[in-house]
T-cell receptor, first 116, second 116 residues
Framework: EPEVTQTPSHQVTQMGQEVILRCVPI?????FYWYRQILGQKVEFLVS????????KSEIFDDQFSVERPDGSNFTLKIRSTKLEDSAMYFC??????????????FGAGTRLSVL | AQKITQTQPGMFVQEKEAVTLDCTYD???????LFWYKQPSSGEMIFLIY??????QNATEGRYSLNFQKARKSANLVISASQLGDSAMYFC?????????????FGTGTQLKVEL
C-alpha cells in the first residue's frame, strides 16, 4: 500500500542551526502539507503546497520556514534557524485532490525534532 | 470558538465492547469533510474514516463507523468490538470548503485505553 515516507525519524539539533525535514509523498498525489504537533498538544497546520507553490500557510509558518519540492518525488521543510520552541513532531501529508476520496490526507510517520 | 471540540480527554473500554468518541464541529461553510485519525504511542497518524458534509449515509470502515448528525454538528466515532490494539489517541479533524488542498483543523484528541 502506498505511503508517505519521512526522514529522519528523529533529528536532534542545536538552537540556531538549520534543519531540513524530508518527505516523499504518495506518488500520484498532488497536494502536500506540513503539520506539527508539540508534545502532548493537538496537531497544527503549517503549510500546504500545490503546483510548486504554497497554497496556504498558517501564522506559525513565518520567515524561518520554507518548503520546496526539489524534484518529482521529494517535499522538504526547512527551518532556517531553529529555536527551542520548534521542538515538536513534524508530519508530512499528501492528498490526491478532487473528489471524495481525493480529500483524504495521508500522513507520514513523522519526524521528531529536538532542539537543544 | 473552537472549530473542533473533543470533550473526552480519556476513555476506558472493555475489550470486545463498543465505544463512542465524541466530536463536535463548528463551521458556516456548507461544504466540509470530517476525519478521524488514530495516533498510537509510536506517534504516527493513521487515517481511519471520512465523512463528507453532503454524504447521505454515515461512513463505515470495518469496525469504525461515524455517527454523523449534521443538525447537531456532531461526528462521533464508534469503534465496535474493541481490541487491545485500539488503545491510542484519537483525533477528529475537519476540512472546510471544497478545495482539494484545504488544511485540516484538529481537535485536542481523546486517549482511549482498552482493558481486558
Amino acid at each position: 500500500e502506498p505511503e508517505v515516507t519521512q526522514t529522519p525519524s528523529h533529528q536532534v539539533t542545536q538552537m540556531g542551526q538549520e534543519v531540513i525535514l524530508r518527505c516523499v509523498p504518495i506518488s500520484n498525489h498532488l497536494y502536500f502539507y506540513w503539520y506539527r504537533q508539540i508534545l502532548g498538544q493537538k496537531v497544527e497546520f503549517l503549510v500546504s503546497f500545490y503546483n510548486n507553490e504554497i497554497s496556504e500557510k498558517s501564522e506559525i509558518f513565518d520567515d524561518q520556514f520554507s518548503v520546496e519540492r526539489p524534484d518529482g518525488s521529494n517535499f522538504t521543510l526547512k527551518i532556517r534557524s531553529t529555536k527551542l520552541e520548534d521542538s515538536a513532531m513534524y508530519f508530512c501529508a499528501s492528498s490526491e485532490g478532487g473528489g471524495r476520496v481525493g480529500n483524504i490526507q495521508y500522513f507520514g510517520a513523522g519526524t521528531r525534532l529536538s532542539v537543544l | 470558538a473552537q472549530k473542533i471540540t473533543q470533550t473526552q480527554p480519556g476513555m476506558f473500554v472493555q475489550e470486545k465492547e463498543a465505544v463512542t468518541l465524541d466530536c463536535t464541529y463548528d463551521t458556516s461553510d456548507p461544504s466540509y469533510g470530517l476525519f478521524w485519525y488514530k495516533q498510537p504511542s509510536s506517534g504516527e497518524m493513521i487515517f481511519l474514516i471520512y465523512q463528507g458534509s453532503y454524504d447521505q449515509q454515515n461512513a463505515t470502515e470495518g469496525r469504525y463507523s461515524l455517527n454523523f448528525q449534521k443538525a447537531r454538528k456532531s461526528a462521533n466515532l464508534v469503534i465496535s468490538a474493541s481490541q487491545l490494539g485500539d488503545s491510542a489517541m484519537y483525533f477528529c479533524a475537519m476540512r472546510e470548503g471544497r478545495g482539494g488542498g484545504n488544511k485540516l483543523t484538529f481537535g485536542t484528541g481523546t486517549q482511549l485505553k482498552v482493558e481486558l
